[in-house]
């Protein structure tokens, strides 16, 4: 039996491989979707005091609305940890509602918003366990 024509062949590489291709593509459109929100999140450089750590970063995309929320575990005292925030939260773009670091208790909360964008607001909460300062801040964006 004589081998199938040519045109039909190429007709299952095409087809097959279109197919194959259209899927990659989609999913790496996805991808970078998904990275470019994620990396374009307010929080990737949210300040943190010197012998700080972040414990947990959690990302919840919406239709109309991102929210992230970030913990932080800081050694340090509160009151020397809010003075920190009232300085570094300034000078890296964020404003805040006044508060004064000699008058910090545990449960302090701040609004927050980013200086290009006001209209997308968070709040940190200081909260001292033990010897060091938790600090959680919820961003929506």
Known sequence: MPP?????????IWGCGGCAA???LAIAVIVFVFI???TGSPLRHFPTEAGAATTHDHFQAGSNLNTETLL????HALAQVEAYYEQALHRNGWTTDTHDPSQ???GDTWRIAR????????????TTVGT???IAV???Y
């Open 115 to 126: 200086t290009d964008s006001p209209s997308q607001t968070g709040s940190i909460t200081f």
């Open 22 to 24: 259209l899927a990659l």
């Open 36 to 38: 470019r929100i994620f």
């Open 132 to 134: 060091n300062t938790d």
């Open 138 to 140: 919820t961003y929506n």
């Open 104 to 106: 910090a208790s545990s």
């Open 72 to 75: 932080i575990v800081d050694p």
């Open 4 to 12: 199938a024509p040519v045109n039909r062949r190429r007709w299952w």
